[in-house]
Nanobody, 123 residues
Framework: QVQLVESGGGSVQAGGSLRLSCASSGNTYAVACMAWFRQAPGKEREGVAG???????TYTDSVKGRFTVSIDHAKNTMYLQMDSLKPEDTALYSC?????????????????WGQGTHVTVSS
């Protein structure tokens, strides 16, 4: 079992920044990638950023150049630095630990999921 707890969400004006954290605990032996997902009201959940344990990363096109995903292995914590935020970034952001290779990290629903943290970007 892996437990994931997100923090760092909040409200910010367009152009601002937030840093989300995802603290993990438990047995991560089967976890091959970790990812951030988001779901806006009335929309499907989408993968935003993923990272493998050797540091390789992947991003959805709409956040490339604005968001940065990283892992601090000493703290068992994944981060999502979000800069130049836009109103369309408003969503519930959740982290996930997936038994999938990085290229498939946004696919399917298996793995472990956190409860999420809300991000609201106002214009």
């Amino acid at each position: 079992q892996v437990q994931l707890v997100e923090s760092g969400g909040g409200s910010v004006q367009a152009g601002g920044s937030l840093r989300l954290s995802c603290a993990s605990s438990g047995n991560t032996y089967a976890v091959a990638c970790m990812a951030w997902f988001r779901q806006a009201p009335g929309k499907e959940r989408e993968g935003v950023a993923g990272i493998s344990f050797n540091g390789d990363t992947t991003y959805t096109d709409s956040v490339k150049g604005r968001f940065t995903v990283s892992i601090d292995h000493a703290k068992n914590t994944m981060y999502l630095q979000m800069d130049s935020l836009k109103p369309e970034d408003t969503a519930l952001y959740s982290c996930a630990a997936r038994p999938r290779r990085l290229g498939d990290c946004f696919s399917g629903t298996n793995g472990y999921w956190g409860q999420g943290t809300h991000v609201t970007v106002s214009s």
